[in-house]
């Protein structure tokens, strides 16, 4: 049995900044791949950030890259994505999620109720 449990998440003014945490629980999450997806309201799941299991490689999705960052803490269980320079079009549910590969976009696990981020002008 695999727990995500996304937290974290708010309004924020645009040009603003939150970090987000994933819990992951039932899984030996150390050695896992871990992603952030997002789906926008009517709009369709989508890849945010990935990180290799020991932390060494990252990837971004282009319409993050330079303001998002990606990380883990291991020995938390925790995976997280700091959000630096939200925009208006950053407003969605992010959820995270274990992936085969860092360009492997492929979720492994029942997705989580996600937390809600909202940016306001």
């Known amino acids: 049995q695999v727990q995500l449990v996304e937290s974290g998440g708010g309004l924020v003014q645009a040009g603003g900044s939150l970090r987000l945490s994933c819990a992951v629980s039932?899984?030996?999450?150390?050695?896992?791949?871990m992603a952030w997806f997002r789906q926008p309201p009517g709009q369709e799941r989508e890849f945010v950030a990935s990180?290799?299991?020991?932390?060494?490689?990252?990837g971004y999705a282009d319409f993050v890259k330079g303001r998002f960052s990606i990380s883990r803490d291991n020995a938390k269980n925790t995976v997280y994505l700091q959000m630096n320079s939200l925009k208006l079009q950053d407003t969605a549910v992010y959820y995270c999620?274990?992936?085969?590969?860092?360009?492997?976009?492929?979720?492994?696990?029942?997705w989580g109720q996600g937390t809600q981020v909202t940016v306001y002008s």
């Open positions: 999620n274990a992936v085969r590969g860092i360009n492997d976009y492929d979720p492994l696990d029942t």
């Open positions: 039932g899984r030996t999450f150390r050695t896992t791949n």
């Open positions: 990180i290799s299991w020991a932390g060494g490689r990252t």
